[in-house]
């Protein structure tokens, strides 16, 4: 049974980092891409960052790149979003799915991934 956990969200201040992590059982990782999607209140999902497990290469959209950064490690069978200088605007939760392949030109699309978790949800509040 696939299964993606994410956890790691929190309340924090702007200017402030987390560590979100993201737990995949029922499948081997190495071969899975990893994704980092984000829906606020009223808004649509946002993919914000790719991970390809077995070779690193890593995806950003504009507005996160130089502040998160995405990982991956198949033996831990987990991948990682480190956020840092947080603003009011990353508040969403956040949801890590996986992809059977390569995350390519079209990473920020929902509908290139094949499993989701629930979630984790992120507030970056004064």
């Known amino acids: 049974q696939v299964q993606l956990v994410e956890s790691g969200g929190a309340l924090v201040q702007p200017g402030e980092s987390l560590r979100l992590s993201c737990e995949a059982s029922?499948?081997?990782?190495?071969?899975?891409?990893i994704g980092w999607f984000r829906q606020a209140p009223g808004k649509e999902r946002e993919g914000i960052s790719c991970?390809?497990?077995?070779?690193?290469?890593?995806y950003y959209i504009d507005s996160v790149k130089g502040r998160f950064t995405i990982s991956g490690d198949s033996g831990k069978k987990r991948a990682f979003l480190e956020m840092t200088n947080l603003k009011p605007e990353d508040t969403a939760t956040y949801y890590c799915?996986?992809?059977?392949?390569?995350?390519?030109?079209?990473?920020?699309?929902?509908?290139?991934?094949?499993?989701w978790g629930r979630g984790t949800q992120v507030t970056v509040s004064p």
């Open positions: 991970v390809v497990i077995r070779d690193g290469s890593t």
């Open positions: 799915p996986a992809n059977g392949g390569h995350c390519g030109d079209f990473f920020y699309d929902p509908m290139e991934y094949e499993y």
């Open positions: 029922g499948f081997s990782l190495r071969w899975y891409s």
